[in-house]
């Protein structure tokens, strides 16, 4: 018999509430390339639930500006997926590209700052994240936006099918982990109130 997996967490994962997501894009600027470039890994974490080593990853060519899509080649566990971009993703994207990017032989989108330039590690995607979300006094990290991604899709009427999909996992239990009682529509399944 196989026991469900252990997670180090003793409680379930956080997700952020919507005052508390506007706290945090108030509080990124664009005015400089490195503001820019984080602006871009927020967006691509929030918008599309996006793990920090499949931002890394994220090559030139895998984005489709015309048509708003990304594709993951590589996903865990997963074969490559295309996936929309909402439109203000796309944006933040471009400007990174056009504006801040440095040039470089690497195809990857996100490359450190300082020469030599390369690509970014997870671990720095995430930290950048990180620290975006504690100059806006967030207590979270980088992973929380993830979570809020699937607590968003759920509270939108997908599924848990459609959010296993979308965040790429391959058992439905992994994603279970990352939803959370949508206590709205509990109450209106159970009182028939409506907001």
């Known amino acids: 018999m196989v026991s469900r997996r252990e997670y180090a967490q003793a409680k379930p994962p956080n997700f952020l509430r919507p005052q508390e997501i506007k706290k945090l894009f108030t509080g990124l600027t664009i005015g400089n390339a490195s503001d820019i470039r984080t602006y871009a890994l927020v967006q691509l974490a929030y918008t599309m639930g996006l793990r920090h080593k499949e931002i890394s990853q994220i090559r030139l060519n895998d984005i489709r500006f015309s048509t708003q899509q990304l594709t993951l080649a ?9 996936l929309p971009m909402p439109e203000h993703t796309v944006k933040a994207v471009a400007a990174y590209v056009i504006a801040a990017r440095p040039q470089s032989e690497h195809r990857h989108v996100f490359l450190t700052r300082l020469p030599p330039f390369r690509p970014m590690s997870p671990n720095s995607v995430a930290r950048h994240i990180t620290n975006a ?5 967030l207590p979270s990290t980088a992973y929380w936006l993830r979570h809020t991604y699937a607590q968003n899709l759920l509270e939108a009427g997908c599924s848990i099918f459609e ?4 965040l790429g996992h391959d058992k439905i239990e992994s994603t279970k982990l990352y939803l959370h009682v949508h206590l709205k529509l509990m109450r209106k399944v159970l009182f028939d109130e409506t907001f």
């Open 163 to 166: 959010i296993k999909e979308m």
């Open 133 to 137: 979300m504690k100059k806006a006094s």
């Open 74 to 82: 590589e996903r865990k566990g997963t074969n490559p997926i295309e």
